[in-house]
């Protein structure tokens, strides 16, 4: 058997290239290596560590050359004012202590509470005190769930002279014929499950105990039948929502177990729309099966105008196919970079690594976003193309400088290389002032379905996930505006029954300020 040495070729070029072969074999396997750390780190961070995206600039040293804008930057730290009391403590800003007033909408019980008449004498001289003022604390008293029955007392009237002619006072319209919810009742489950993340079988034991005799699968009709009731109400706010030119749109797994053609285990999808004028904010649920291009293309129908997304791509058909122009979102570029120094772990090297200064090339365009806040748009813009256009500028020079040398599996390359694809959307928001970012509020308006989905896991049928769609759509949109969801569902599911023409359907929509919940008992 020859040795190791042996087996070595004698000619010097073969020699050569056997070492180059072995030496890319190296640089492959040790590459490879550090994608498995990385991906070691991250799991780690991920399951002990906090998951926070927040990236303070504050306390890492600048690794290029933003002189005017870190001077900017700073002026915009300390013009920061804030519309909560505070107070200086030294170099620091302290919220000011002190427990809030209680609204003012509440009802008032007055508890007067006086000196008895043995202590109304003075302790220096006995003589007798008059009452000068009074001083007033507040409490909070919560009663229980208070359960009363509605009894409709029908009149029958007849004709004493013929005696024919009997008559039955009608009873009102009911949100569901037949059934003793009344619209209390219905939005009180409503909004025990879709706000409070309560399932069925909980709000079941929760009748049980109050010894009424209503089961999850009563509940479950109830919900798919209110659902079906505010179909009205949808139809007309998805028709202004897409009159408006710029929308945001996300989706997240749901299960349903009984599908069609589907296994229980099998995911479908909850999306959702963000949009509509200023002032009139509205958020759409909708439930699909698949996670296919055809879904936006039926969701969208004819809308043009600005689409902000994230990265998936079963955008573009619909994109391509109308007058869109998409929107890329700043925060998953953020979060990928996020995640790429997370994965280096806790070493001195992080310090320089080129995901540290990503994400302090993009935390300086949030600086100048947290400024325009509360701007017009028109100053908003401006504000933009003065500062945020520079750090893109600059920022498209570093990934030029850097992508071509970065490894592609490493989490640096891969959040490198889904920015460069990103890029040409991830600008279109300087160009308007009416344009976000991110698409972070989009993912703020899915989130009460997945906290949600955490409670009650999946839906039954699929009709239950189209109606808990709806019922979601018109809460988040009346929260969106300001509107007490349980008061609202209460008006409509008392006043939707009774219309009778599209004017009465358009008043009871959670984005006309004419409705006045303050009546509804």
């Known amino acids: 058997m020859k040795s190791a040495a042996e087996s070595l070729p004698n000619d010097l070029d073969e020699l050569k290239e056997m070492v180059l072969q072995q030496q890319a074999k190296l640089d492959h396997q040790s590459d490879y290596i550090h994608q498995l750390i990385e991906a070691i780190k991250l799991a780690r961070h991920q399951h002990f560590g906090t998951r926070s995206e927040k990236f303070n600039t504050e306390q890492l040293s600048l690794l290029f050359n933003e002189a005017e804008i870190l001077a900017d930057h700073e002026s915009d ?5 804030s519309e909560e009391e505070t107070t200086t403590v030294g170099p620091y800003k302290r919220r000011k202590g002190g427990r809030k007033k209680l609204p003012d909408h509440y009802p008032r019980i007055d508890v007067v509470h006086v000196l008895e008449e043995s202590d109304c004498h003075c302790d220096h001289c006995q003589g007798e005190l008059a009452e000068m003022g009074e001083k007033v604390s507040e409490q909070i008293d919560l009663v229980p769930l208070t359960v009363r029955v509605i009894r409709n007392i029908r009149k029958t009237y007849h004709c004493p002279d013929c005696e024919n002619g009997i008559k039955t006072a009608p009873l009102p319209k009911q949100p569901i014929p037949g059934s003793i919810a009344s619209p209390g009742t219905l939005a009180h489950v409503a909004v025990n499950k879709y706000i409070n993340g309560m399932p069925l079988y909980r709000q079941e034991t929760e009748f049980k105990r109050l010894d009424i005799p209503l089961t999850r699968s009563t509940l479950a009709t109830w919900m798919i039948k209110a659902g079906i009731l505010v179909q009205p109400l949808i139809n007309l706010l998805r028709e202004t929502m897409l009159d408006y030119d710029v929308l945001q749109m996300d989706e997240t797994r749901c299960q349903v177990l009984k599908e069609p053609g589907k296994t229980p285990q099998s995911q479908s999808y909850m999306w959702v729309q963000r949009g509509g004028p200023p002032g009139s904010l509205i958020i759409l649920f909708d439930y699909a099966p698949t996670r296919s291009q055809e879904v936006p293309v039926e969701l969208l129908g004819d809308y043009a105008g600005y689409l902000q997304i994230d990265g998936y791509e079963g955008y573009n058909k619909i994109c391509a196919q109308n007058e869109i122009v998409p929107l890329g979102c700043m925060a998953h570029v953020r979060r990928k970079f996020d995640q790429a120094l997370k994965a280096q772990g806790k070493h001195k090297h992080r310090k320089g690594s080129l995901a540290q200064q990503a994400l302090q090339r993009i935390q300086l365009l949030y600086k100048i976003e947290k400024q325009a806040k509360h701007m017009s748009d028109e100053q ?11 750090v893109l500028e600059g920022l498209r020079e570093w990934l030029n400088q850097h992508l071509p040398v970065v490894v592609k599996q490493s989490a640096s390359g891969k959040a490198m290389h889904y920015m460069d694809k990103q890029w040409p959307r991830l600008t279109v928001y300087t160009e308007d002032g009416s344009l976000n970012i991110d698409n972070n509020l989009c993912e703020n308006a899915i989130r009460p379905f997945v906290i949600g989905r955490k409670n009650h896991l999946f839906s039954d049928t699929v009709s239950g996930a189209k109606a808990s769609a709806n019922l979601y759509s018109l809460i988040e949109t009346a929260k969106a ?35 006045d919940l303050d009546q509804v008992a």
């Open 481 to 515: 505006n300001d509107i007490e969801p349980y008061a609202y569902l209460k008006h409509v599911f008392t006043e939707l029954p009774k219309v009778t023409c599209l004017e009465d359907i358009e008043a009871l929509l959670p984005i006309q300020p004419v409705i």
């Open 380 to 390: 908003r813009i401006e504000l933009r193309q003065s500062r945020a256009v520079p």
């Open 77 to 81: 730290e300390q013009d920061d004012d």
